[in-house]
């Protein structure tokens, strides 16, 4: 089964909120309110930073945001930060798949 | 401090085997299923296997099924990944995380991930 679908690149200024989309199906992202969301920095693990479409795991800041509308989830960074220029990936529960879908990864640029 | 790390990565022929480890520390390891989760060389993450806290449900993606066995022993907190059979595509570095919620990998997530280890496979 395809993974999810993210866009490879996003960007903002400092200050300002930028969202990333991760697109599914309905046997996945609609179907479910499973959606997570990873930060990467180059050369690290992985971070869980939303689980189950919007909550966020102690310690992540309120910064971040998650959403989700039919088959489409959604990551918003507000008050882009220096730190925020990282790798992100989506991650869904599928009811086809046995183990769930990765999104391919944007990577968040702050200029 | 919770902490996984893990190790047996290293260069292999095709068609060769590795087993790789990860030793975890700071939970309680039976409670929560782990996984191992994959990312080749400048490619995004891929899900390889997850396997319960009691170790008796264990799932698998497609690429690996037949060729990859993940087993845990909750008596020593480790981790395992035994993999034959392999092939230039499983070139990655292969990540051992931990469920955020317990046994319930696939839905809630995994928030303690290690550095990885790198398996090479090229002849």
């Known amino acids: 089964q395809s993974a999810l679908t993210q866009p490879p690149s996003a960007s903002g200024s400092p200050g300002q909120s930028v969202t990333i989309s991760c697109t599914g199906t309905s046997s996945d992202v609609g179907g479910y309110n499973y959606v997570s969301w990873y930060q990467q920095h180059p050369g690290k693990a992985p971070k869980l930073m939303i689980y189950?479409?919007?909550k966020r795991p102690s310690g992540v800041p309120d910064r971040f945001s998650g959403s989700k509308s039919g088959n489409t989830a959604s990551l918003t960074v507000s008050g882009l930060q220096a730190e925020d220029e990282a790798d992100y990936y989506c991650c869904s529960y599928s009811g086809s798949n046995n183990l769930g879908l990765f999104g391919g990864g944007t990577k968040l640029t702050v200029l | 401090e919770v902490q996984l790390l893990e190790s047996g990565g290293g260069l292999v022929q095709p068609g060769g085997s590795l087993r790789l480890s990860c030793a975890a520390s700071g939970f309680t390891f039976s409670t929560y299923s782990m996984a191992w989760v994959r990312q080749a060389p400048g490619k995004g993450l891929e899900w390889v296997s997850v396997i319960s806290g009691g170790g008796d449900i264990t799932q698998y993606a497609d690429s690996v099924k037949g060729r990859f066995t993940i087993s845990r022993d909750n008596s020593k907190n480790s981790l395992y990944l035994q993999m034959n059979s392999l092939r230039g595509e499983d070139t990655a570095l292969y990540f051992c995380?931990?469920?955020?919620?317990?046994?319930?990998?696939?839905?809630?997530?995994?928030?303690?991930w290690g550095q990885g280890t790198t398996v090479t496979v090229s002849s």
């Open positions: 995380a931990k469920a955020f919620v317990v046994n319930a990998i696939r839905r809630y997530g995994m928030d303690v």
């Open positions: 189950e479409v919007s």
